[in-house]
């Protein structure tokens, strides 16, 4: 009989969703490495399901393949209509003739003088204009070298807007300028925000969120072990968690995180249509395997929801050695890290979107767990992403040792 997985039953289903969602583009090792575990993991968890033939598993693969496809179609069909049918077809085509009063285009001085020097001479239409035949020779000397610096900044602009799209629409101008410099640009933070705002390319902001917490008051609460105090020298020292909701059609999904304070890193979540306690012990377990079991001593803090005081959350706690931490009812202050996490979820993920499908939703919303894990660069870590600072860490700490 085979060892028994360390990665709850749920992670690995939704893993192997993820997989077959990619419809054979992406390899095990690049899904795998979004989710931080091995491709062999991965492609045994595909197989036993394959081999398994479970028609619940294959449905939720099939039907985020076909979702997906049917949502490519769109947008090709989209991006082919015709002139006079898409979005905004009473728009002047580019390169028109046609402008608004007050946009018409105005001759510079500068361009004016070689068009006319022949008939009146330099000096002449110099003194006419205003200027200096000096400026005017500095003006011909320099232009080969703003030429070349319209076309980087078309580049920069061109890049800027790739990036943009490749994280959804949500980053400033503080993460792009650090995928930017990630990059290998040495580039300006205030020209990246110049530049964001004349190409009105925008992120997105925070939006007011509702409160979902309810308290078990017969229950003693844990003691307050954090006390505002979200900050952590290392690894594993300090945790955080809560619940959040995902309206999908007229029915919700609920979301339940485990954050690493050092590294801003999700270690550990569950994702349900309920919410009782099993949806917190599991992404509790599941952080407990992401970092291979030594979590003794670790501090979990969380707020004071009924999911948190329950005996089996207890219990599952104090079987890992990890110690319960609790702040105070309706003080969001108390659980900073969790609420800022969700609303950084909310503007980034959810918002301009209507979920209908929970086998999609759930799909797309551990897409986004693993791309915030990997990819998404975290203002309280340099711009870092939570992968890299660990890896920076750990790289630091056994040089240290070895020194």
């Known amino acids: 009989m085979g060892r028994k997985s360390p990665y709850p039953e749920e992670f690995r289903k939704d893993a192997v969703a993820l997989y077959r969602a990619a419809a054979g583009k992406r390899t095990y090792a690049a899904v795998a490495a979004d989710l931080g575990i091995t491709a062999e993991s991965l492609r045994t968890w595909v197989r036993k399901d394959e081999a398994r033939a479970e028609p619940e598993g294959r449905d939720v693969g099939v039907s985020a393949v076909e979702e997906l496809a049917r949502l490519r179609a769109e947008n090709a069909r989209l991006l082919k209509a015709e002139k006079g049918v898409a979005a905004g077809a009473r728009d002047p085509a580019p390169g028109s003739r046609l402008f608004r009063s007050g946009g018409e285009v105005k001759t510079r001085r500068w361009d004016f003088i070689p068009d006319n020097r022949t008939d009146f001479g330099v000096k002449r239409v110099c003194r006419v204009l205003g200027v200096s ?11 080969q070298a703003r030429a070349e610096r319209r076309a980087e900044e078309k580049r920069t602009v061109a890049e800027i807007h790739e990036i943009h799209a490749e994280h959804g629409g949500v980053y400033g101008a503080p993460r792009v300028h650090a995928e930017l410099r990630a990059r290998g640009h040495g580039i300006n933070r205030k020209r990246v925000t110049r530049l964001m705002r004349v190409n009105h390319i925008v992120g997105r902001h925070l939006r007011k969120k509702k409160r979902t917490t309810i308290a078990d008051r017969t229950v003693p609460p844990a003691p307050d072990l954090v006390m505002r105090d979200f900050t952590a020298d290392a690894l594993n020292t300090r945790w955080c968690g809560d619940i959040t909701y995902i309206a999908v059609g007229a029915t919700w999904l609920y979301l339940a995180t485990v954050i690493d304070i050092c590294s801003r890193r999700v270690v550990g979540w569950s994702i349900a249509d309920h919410m009782r306690t099993s949806l917190v012990t599991d992404a509790i377990e599941m952080a407990v395997a992401a970092r291979g ?11 004071r929801g009924s999911q948190y005081s329950a005996a089996a959350f207890a219990e599952i706690c104090r079987r890992h050695g990890i110690r319960r931490s609790m702040g105070r009812v309706g003080s969001s202050y108390d659980n900073t890290l969790a609420e800022s996490f969700f609303q950084g979820l909310k503007r980034e993920w959810l918002h301009g979107h209507r979920w209908t499908s929970k086998a999609q939703t759930r799909l797309e919303l551990f897409r986004w767990l693993a791309y915030y894990n990997q990819r998404r660069r975290h203002s309280a870590l340099g711009y870092l992403t939570p992968a890299e600072f660990e890896q920076q860490l750990t790289t630091s700490h056994t040089l240290s040792l070895v020194a």
Do not use: I, M
């Not at 035949?133 to 232009?143: F, I, K, Q, V």
């Not at 079991?293 to 707020?303: I, L, Y």
């Open 133 to 143: 035949r000096a400026g005017y020779y500095r003006h011909l000397a320099t232009a």
């Open 293 to 303: 079991g030594q979590v003794n001593g670790v501090v979990f803090h969380t707020d």
